[in-house]
Each structure stands twice: as structure tokens, then as C-alpha cells.
């Protein structure tokens, strides 16, 4: 990750509809148009719930994935794990990042022998207590999405990692719902995170539309994590808050802009806007031994000469020198 640049990752997700080919399109698209890095996720339905029809485990009840019970709905958006590898080396090839999300220790065992790069925990196992532990035991650079915890378990997320020796962490404010609207984002909560937690911060976002991303950029964010698919008409899980090729490419060019427009520290102005400014000026012609008042000399742009701060030490001083009407005052005159 380069200094003042966001890392910006495309999320493949449930959106590679069980085709390998259609997946390797899609993260030809994500580089394409300007991602940073991919990010899968590695579970079997085994890894999240159990296949039982209870209250717990049954058919969800609202929302985009309503009646669909959850053993179906992670059997129908888990990604082959034989598949991975193949992925992650034809992302390479694109100049891609690749990693993952694991849901349970041995999708990081297996994530460990595919030698990938960095970690992802997802928000809603950011409790799980075990798999923080032994992930961050990894000692490689972690991401922690946050979108359902509170403080406590942030900080108790933080201090697993710590323990175990891993340090470079980045926390995702992200609003767990699917998709979520511009107005859950509060994205204020950003460089609250970065002071609060001593941690980089960056934005996990499911609404539509690029304005999330570029808004937590100009707050102090450093990743943007969207979901990624060819075209949301091919349906899936996550098709339906998932960004296509050419919406992700304009996200990017707007947060290029954003880190542009945000740049630097900076007070210090060249010469050529100096010269912008206004200058003292005679306004009449004056002769030597005149003295210098608001009838005589006057504040004008632009500025070559002598800045008007010296307004107060001229006044009723006696010009040494001769002036024609549009003189410039010079330090020479103080």
C-alpha cells in the first residue's frame, strides 16, 4: 500500500454464479477498472450454521434473502476451495492483491498453504474469539470489518490480535446491511476509529452508488471495500448491492480525485500566486522629499512590489526618490 493511496479492494463474494471461467471475467473487470485487490471468501455452509429447520437456523425472515434458509443460502454462495488457488494465481497475472475471508481455522490453514498476503475477518465474526486468535496468530496484516460491534468488542477484538503478536490491522466501519442506505453510513464515526483504537481505518460499504467511499476517503480513510459483480441482471446473494464494472470504475477515479483534492499540509504559496496579491503603488506623480500619505500612494494588484503590511511604516515618511503615477513601491523605499 502506497503512501496517500486508498487500497481499494473488489469483493467477488457470492458473485461468481458456480463458474470458473465467469469468475476469472469477473476479476478481469476488477482490474480493469482499477481495484487494488480482490477478496474472496472461503467457507462451506458448515463453516456458519447448521443445516437445521428451527427458529435459529430456518428460513430468514425479511430483507434481500428473505425465505431462503441459511444453509441453502451460504450452500448457493460459497466459492469451490479447489477453485482458489486458480484464482489467486490469475489475479496475480492482473497485478492483483488476492485474499480472503476465512470463517473458521481450517479455512485459514488452508488460506495459509494458498500463501496469501493478509487477512479478512468479517463483522459478523468479529465475537468469535477462536478464530481471531488463531488467525492473528498468523502474524500476517489484518482486516476487521465492525458493522455489528459495539466498542467492547473492538476493543476486545484489538487486544486478541495484539496478544498474539499481530499489530498491522485495519478496522472497516461498515454498516451491515444489504443493501444499506447513505444514511446508516455515519461515516463520522471514521476518524473517531483512527483516534480512538490507535488503528488505520477505512470503509466496508454496501449502499449504492460511489459517494460512501469518496466521503470516508476526505474523513481519513485508507481502504475501500465494495462488492463487485459483472452485471447485477445475473442475480445472486449479492448481486442486488454489488457495484458493476463501470460504476466500480468511476468510484476509483472519484476517490483518486478525493486524495488529490486532499493532498497536503500546506501554507507555503509560489512566487506566481504571490504576484497575485496586491502591491503598494503611486497614485500621483511625487518628488523626492514629498512625504508618502493615502493622497500619494495607494494598495493595488498586482504585487510586485512592496506588500501593503508596510502600509503604516511609509505613512509620513519622505520619499527619497521620485515617482511617476503607477511607481512601484520597492523595499528600497522603506
Given amino acids: 500500500m502506497t503512501k496517500n493511496k486508498t487500497y481499494i479492494i473488489a469483493e467477488l463474494s457470492a458473485n461468481h454464479n458456480h463458474n470458473l471461467d465467469h469468475a476469472k471475467k469477473t476479476i478481469e473487470a476488477m482490474a480493469e477498472s482499477g481495484a487494488d485487490a480482490v477478496k474472496i471468501q472461503t467457507y462451506t455452509p458448515d463453516s456458519l450454521v447448521l443445516d437445521v429447520d428451527n427458529e435459529y437456523f430456518g428460513p430468514i425472515k425479511g430483507g434481500l434473502w428473505d425465505g431462503i434458509k441459511r444453509y441453502d443460502l451460504y450452500k448457493e454462495g460459497m466459492l469451490p476451495y479447489e477453485w482458489q488457488p486458480l484464482l489467486k494465481a490469475h489475479a496475480e497475472t492482473l497485478g492483483l492483491d488476492f485474499f480472503s475471508t476465512p470463517f473458521d ?29 488463531y488467525t492473528a496468530s498468523k502474524r500476517l496484516p489484518m482486516i476487521i470489518s465492525t458493522g455489528v460491534a459495539d466498542e467492547g468488542d473492538i476493543r476486545l477484538a484489538l487486544d486478541v490480535c495484539h496478544k498474539e503478536g499481530c499489530d498491522d490491522i485495519t478496522l472497516l466501519k461498515c454498516t451491515s446491511e444489504y443493501p444499506a442506505t447513505i444514511q446508516e453510513a455515519n461515516l463520522a464515526t471514521i476518524p473517531d476509529m483512527k483516534k480512538r483504537f490507535g488503528v488505520k481505518v477505512g470503509v466496508s460499504d454496501h449502499t449504492m452508488g460511489f459517494m460512501v467511499p469518496v466521503v470516508a476517503v476526505t474523513l481519513g480513510a485508507t481502504m475501500v471495500e465494495k462488492h463487485f459483480t459483472l452485471s447485477r441482471s445475473f442475480g445472486g446473494p449479492d448481486a442486488g448491492f454489488s457495484m458493476e464494472p463501470q ?17 497536503e499540509v500546506k501554507y507555503d504559496i509560489t512566487d506566481r500566486l504571490r504576484q497575485k496579491r496586491r502591491s503598494l503603488y503611486a497614485k500621483k506623480d511625487i518628488q523626492a522629499g514629498d512625504c508618502f500619505s493615502s493622497e500619494n500612494i495607494g494598495s493595488y494588484r498586482p504585487g510586485h512590489g512592496l506588500s501593503p503590511r508596510y502600509w503604516d511604516a511609509l505613512m509620513g515618511k519622505a520619499a527619497h526618490r521620485s515617482f511617476k503615477r503607477g511607481d512601484i513601491l520597492t523595499e528600497e523605499d522603506l
Fill in 247 to 263: 460504476e466500480f470504475k468511476e468510484m476509483v477515479l472519484r476517490v483518486r480525485e478525493a486524495e488529490a483534492a486532499i493532498g
Fill in 105 to 133: 481455522i481450517p479455512g485459514v490453514d488452508f488460506l495459509e498453504e494458498m500463501g496469501v498476503e493478509r487477512y479478512k475477518i468479517a463483522s459478523f465474526e468479529i465475537n468469535d474469539i477462536p478464530l481471531l486468535r
